[in-house]
Nanobody, 119 residues
Framework: QVQLVESGGGLVQPGGSLRLSCAAS????????MSWYRQAPGKERELVAA????????NYADSVRGRFTISRDNAKNTVYLQMNSLKPEDTAVYHC????????????WGQGTQVTVSS
C-alpha cells in the first residue's frame, strides 16, 4: 500500500530542463525526509538531493549544486526535483526515497524514472 511514483523523466538536450515529481501514498508523508537518488549503468547509486520533513533544510551532491533544486509540498504528498542546465553526465534512472528513523526505521523507494540528456 506504500507507493512512491516518479514522473517527469524523458529525453532532453544538453542545457535543457526537466522537473521530476514523486507522488507518495500509504504513509504519513510529512513525517519522512525525502531524497532523490540516481544510478547510471556501470556506476554506483548516488545521492542527488535531500530535504527535511518541513522543507527547512536541503542538501545536494556537489555535481548538481546550483543546477538542481529539491522541494516538497506536504499538502500534496509530493516531492519535486527541478533540473536545469542538464549535462550528458546527468543521464540516469532517478529514484525517489522516503526515510525516517523515529519512532521506527522506514525506508521506501519508487521504481524510478529515466532521464536521458543527449543531443
Amino acid at each position: 500500500q506504500v507507493q512512491l511514483v516518479e514522473s517527469g523523466g524523458g529525453l532532453v538536450q544538453p542545457g535543457g530542463s526537466l522537473r521530476l515529481s514523486c507522488a507518495a501514498s500509504g504513509f504519513t508523508f510529512s513525517s519522512y525526509r525525502m531524497s532523490w537518488y540516481r544510478q547510471a549503468p556501470g556506476k554506483e547509486r548516488e545521492l542527488v538531493a535531500a530535504i527535511t520533513t518541513t522543507g527547512g533544510s536541503t542538501n545536494y551532491a556537489d555535481s548538481v549544486r546550483g543546477r538542481f533544486t529539491i522541494s516538497r509540498d506536504n499538502a500534496k504528498n509530493t516531492v519535486y526535483l527541478q533540473m536545469n542546465s542538464l549535462k550528458p553526465e546527468d543521464t540516469a534512472v532517478y529514484h525517489c526515497n522516503a526515510r525516517r528513523d523515529w519512532p521506527k526505521g522506514d525506508d521506501y523507494w519508487g521504481q524510478g524514472t529515466q532521464v536521458t540528456v543527449s543531443s
